[in-house]
């Protein structure tokens, strides 16, 4: 059973160079997600991600992050993150990877946008679970690779996963999968 506004969490490269083709199609994702009356959900990181709270954010949506961090402070100083644009703050003091996991769970939707080490956990852990994923391709990193694990994963998970090179299309057709079919979880673990 879904409650509430449909959460979108955008998984991605946080940090190294960011291409500003890259950094305005994550934009016009947040928007996207606005449009579609979504919240979107990141680890509350700088990067792609972040520039896809801003385009949520431009477009009045409702933005949420899931710090590694205890406090603010910690956010900021210690991980180096933003708190512009984002208008609840989840603090989990789980740290990098241990808020992965809380993060990828408080979404019903997972969109992949370039990424490194750590979008490839957020990945595992959504695929892993059967949550939906949409993978928005030509953004470099763990999204434009997917396919290339994927068949060595061999694992039936129930996870729908979308590929887009344009985010609108790819946000469409995630909401549209959502509210036409919702995933449910745990029902694997449950039975298993």
């Not at 477009?59 to 609840?88: C, F, K, M």
């Not at 595992?124 to 396919?147: F, K, Q, S």
Request: aromatic share 4%.
């Amino acid at each position: 059973m879904h409650c509430g506004l449909i959460k979108i969490g955008v998984m991605g490269s946080a940090g190294g160079k960011m291409n500003p083709e890259i950094l305005e199609r994550c934009k016009e994702l947040g928007r996207a997600i606005a449009d579609e009356g979504c919240a979107i959900l990141t680890g509350g990181c700088p990067g792609l991600p972040h520039a896809a709270v801003m385009g949520c954010k431009e477009n009045g949506g409702l933005t949420i992050g899931v710090s590694p961090a205890l406090s603010i402070q910690e956010h900021v100083e210690r991980y180096a993150s933003p708190t512009d644009n984002i208008d609840v703050m989840i603090f989990t003091g789980a740290g990098l990877m241990g808020r992965e996991i809380v993060g990828v769970r408080s979404c019903d939707v997972v969109v992949i946008v370039g990424g490194r080490s750590g979008t490839l956990g957020e990945f595992a852990i959504a695929y892993d679970e059967g949550r939906m994923l949409g993978i928005l391709t030509g953004t470099g990193g763990v999204a434009d690779h997917v396919n290339d694990f994927l068949p060595v994963i061999e694992k039936p998970t129930g996870s729908r996963i979308f590929f887009d090179d344009d985010p609108r299309s790819l946000i469409a057709r995630c909401v549209k999968s959502f509210k036409a079919d919702p995933p449910v979880i745990g029902e694997r673990e449950a039975a298993g």
